[in-house]
């Protein structure tokens, strides 16, 4: 079993930046090989993904964050990260943090990743 806990939402103003966290808590004893990714869904809007980062720590981003969003990782604190800059009011969204056993090919495709956190949002303001 894998619970993700989000955190680092809030209110900010357009051009500003948030950290969003993501601690994964598992019984397992031994190191685990995950594909992590971060998701995001507006309302009234299809669920979309945003960034996602494998064991290799190859990532990939949706066109509409890239060169703003960083999806980082800290195997010691089993910890994922979400550095978002330049924040734009489209950026509003709750934001899921999202995991899978398997290998992901860092496709964000939501149908691979297992395991998801309860969410966390994001409002930026104009």
């Not at 809030?10 to 685990?32: E, F, I, P």
């Not at 669920?47 to 060169?67: F, H, L, M, P, Q």
Request: positive net charge.
């Amino acid at each position: 079993q894998v619970q993700l806990v989000e955190s680092g939402g809030g209110s900010v103003q357009a051009g500003g930046s948030l950290r969003l966290s993501c601690a994964a808590y598992s019984a397992y004893t031994y190191l685990t090989t995950y594909c992590m990714g971060w998701f995001r869904q507006a309302p009234g809007k299809e669920r979309e993904g945003v960034a996602v980062i494998d064991s290799d720590g190859r990532t990939n981003y949706a066109d509409s964050v890239k060169g703003r969003f960083t999806i980082s990782q800290d195997n010691a604190k089993n910890t994922l990260y979400l550095q978002m800059n330049s924040l734009k009011p489209e950026d509003t969204a709750m934001y899921y943090c999202a995991a899978t056993f398997m290998a992901c090919g860092l496709r964000l495709v939501s149908r691979l990743f297992g395991y998801w956190g309860q969410g966390t949002q994001v409002t930026v303001s104009s």
